[in-house]
């Protein structure tokens, strides 16, 4: 934060899609391409945290020829130069898969299934583990960054790794506040409709469809419209 | 902030650990070894008051403690007997050697004997593959272990 205040001031210039955009130094390249409205989904991130780079759905292209890169958006400081791609092929293609292996570990995340409606995911490939926690690591952060208890964090390792209390018994330090829940992007649970067995949800019931957040006030007339475009077919 | 005399866990043979590396919390891991040395495992109540001593949170602790394989949160044996299964090992037989151990001991990978004197524990490479299959007992090297082999070494203890 202080050397986000320090170099207020000058601007570091860099292309985006082609375009050539400002930025404050030390903000994140996700701060800044959302701040040119560019809608780039996440699930580990939030403005009131620090970020963390877990989900890696915020995945960008930078730089150019051999130079090319993926990287998590979320962690990567803007620099002077940087050529940055938020809607290539590669990226897309990349943040599909990204997608898909987070909805095989936890198919029972409304969020996560909107956003397989939003970014238009048909298929999941792998075998569902049904799990309930993709290890974000948002409600360890607010634990601890907003609600100064710190009683959660990670525990074990690789495969193994999960999210608990010290000694997995009810913790001092928790006054139940509720929070880690809040900003779990896991636990709401998807409608409970037709399909509510199948890993990828068809959104047949969804009552909004996913587009509205993106045209605001404007109700989509699209036939069909995005969120009910699969049929049963689609849907494995 | 820190309540130096709230010891609730014989203080006396954690603090001089912790007081060694002058409390810092960066010497975590340090601390935990050493502790681990002293007890063979690390008890909760030691953890918690490392935790308290160095002004982390006892997750941060806990969650040290889960990640390596070298602690354990449950109490080891007084012998410690680790059987590589790392691929070297495993092409010169050791999934034999471990089963043997295992029979020979009546507890299986992971655990402890009942009577607290062995703790048989896997590993997955010790970098010894030349001498495979390895047996680490006790911090000694056992090379070119075969079951036979592995029988006769659990007698003589």
Known sequence: MSEKNRSRGEMVTFMLNGARVQADPGSSLLEAIRFYGLDIPTLCYDEGLTPYGACRLCVVEVGSGKREKLVASCVHPVREGLEVRTHSNRVLKTRKMILELLIARCPGSKKLQDMASELELKEIKFRPLNDDCILCGLCVRMCEEQMAARAIGFAGRGRDRYITTPFDMTSEECRKCGACMYICPACELRCQGTGAETVLCSGCINTEPVCASRYDDAMCFMVPCLSCVRTPEDVK | ?157
Do not use: W
């Open chain 2, 1 to 157: 902030m820190r309540k130096k005399n709230q010891t609730t866990f014989e203080g006396s043979r954690v603090d001089p650990i912790i007081d060694k590396y002058n409390a810092e919390q960066g010497s975590l891991i340090s601390i935990l070894q050493d502790i681990q040395a002293e007890y063979r495992y690390l008890p909760r109540e030691a953890l918690e008051h490392v935790a308290r001593r160095l002004n982390i949170p006892v997750v941060q602790a806990f969650g040290v403690a889960t990640f390596f394989r070298a602690f354990t949160l449950e109490p080891r044996g007084r012998q410690l007997i680790h059987v590589c299964m790392g691929t070297a090992c495993h092409v010169r037989g050791s999934q034999n050697v471990l089963e043997e151990v295992e029979r020979k001991l009546e507890i299986k990978a992971g655990g402890t004997t009942p009577d607290g004197e062995y703790t048989l524990e896997t590993v997955n490479c010790v970098g010894a593959c030349a001498l495979g299959p390895v047996v680490i007992r006790n911090e000694e090297y056992l090379s070119h272990m075969t079951p036979t082999k592995v029988s006769g070494l659990l007698k003589k203890v």
